[in-house]
């Protein structure tokens, strides 16, 4: 007698699997997140794991002809920066971000400008009802005879859809509510998003569709589903502003076609998200000197931006003072200021120490570390600094100020905007136009106050 298949349970959020039902998810420590495959389900990706696959040949690299990727401009000139310079044909592209942020009021948008390009878009929704995307298209002026909507959730219908037009765009919102026929589990679960992400990014590769696919949060500010999900598609692109900001930072963390440090920023209007227009001053003020801010200049790939840090350094009621930090991080803040207590005999234990960084960006490299010394100083002095001043330098745990890369680039951004004076590392002799003043160690910072 043949032996009965036995059913197994998978959990709906990190996909670990149990012979059993689990309370509780040993991988992920979630709660109730177990549902169980049936035997059918089962057979079939025990079949799926055996199917022989035609084999391949290996072919040494000199003998490979390079691929040319011809990109088609969004007419997005933030958006195309951020993908590497356009949309690649039978890329598979996932956007995230917080509630609100402006996803798919984006994603629309980019959809009626290509339509407008003569490419066959199909926008589908399986949140909205197409009276509302219309709605919203009014809206942002994003209606084009060759932009279609469809309201589906079901993959096997979405398939044949695209596949019957022939579209050259599909923007799906979003991942989490599309569901197959295929699989018992959810809308949501891992089983139901790795299935469906996999038939996207083969449809994508085979009939040269770019699609794009909106993904959910959760609340720690991850995207939604397994991390598997990640690294299927081709490019990552996530919002990191709060909806309350004006100004929407889209950042690419995965781009298999460009560089994954670029940035683009947006600004939302009445009329939508678009691209920001003269960005260089939205992120700082230079009216007032006021004590405990100073400007830097970041490099967010090839651009550079006039950032303004803000420190707040006042006395503590607790044993333990306040270390917070806002778009820097919180360890390297907690080492600057323990160098400040070893080489200026700051007695900053004693002190809450808040910093801020303006416009909702998220540092990402450590030039800005002399901006936030100096901040910091200036808080505690309560003495202002010039905002014709910028600051710009790594310091290094022995006190030493290092020099950056790209400085030249920096103290272009700072000309072109009135600023007249540089601190940094070490000078840029080429760079005449800016007065420079050399500081090689934490402890002559003091002499600039």
Known sequence: MAKKSSNIFECQHCGQQSQRWLGKCPGCNSWDSFVELTSSQVESLKHEAVKPRQSSKAQSIVDIKEE????????????????????????????????????????????????????????????ESL?????????????HKNLYLLAEILLESIKAEIISHRFDMVVIDSIQTIYSDNLSSSPGSVSQVKEITFELMRLAKQSSISIFIV???????????????EHMVDTVLYFESETNNELRILRAFKNRFGSTNELGIFQMTKDGLDSAKDISRQFFTSDKNISGSCLTVSMEGSRAIVLEVQALVTNSSYPNPKRSATG?????????????????????????????ISGGIKLKESSCDL?????????????PIS???????????????????????????????????????????????????????????????
Request: glycine share 10%; aromatic share 4%.
């Open 68 to 127: 040319h990727i011809q990109r088609h401009s969004t007419a997005n000139d933030e958006f195309d920066m951020v993908l590497g310079g356009g949309i690649v044909p039978g890329s598979l592209t996932l956007v995230g971000g917080s509630p609100g942020v402006g996803k798919s009021t984006l994603l629309l948008k980019i959809a009626s400008n290509m339509a407008a390009q003569n490419q066959k878009v199909l926008y589908l929704s399986g949140e």
């Open 131 to 143: 009276g509302q995307i219309k709605l919203r298209a009014d809206r942002l002026g994003a209606n």
């Open 215 to 229: 993904g959910h949060i959760t609340k720690d500010g991850s995207i939604a589903g397994p991390r598997v999900l």
């Open 328 to 356: 820097f991080d919180t360890n390297r803040l907690n080492m600057l200021l323990a160098l400040l207590e070893k080489k200026l005999d700051l007695p900053l234990n004693q002190y809450d120490v808040f910093v801020n």
């Open 371 to 383: 901006a936030i010394v100096a901040s910091i100083i200036s808080s505690f002095q309560d003495r």
């Open 387 to 449: 905002k014709q001043t910028v600051f710009v330098g790594e310091v290094s745990l022995t006190g030493e100020i290092k020099d950056v890369a790209k400085i030249e680039n920096r103290l272009k951004e700072a000309v072109s905007l009135g600023i007249s004076k540089a601190i940094v590392g070490k000078k840029v002799k080429s760079m005449t136009q800016i007065k420079q003043f050399e500081v090689d160690k934490v402890s002559k910072m003091i002499e600039l106050f």
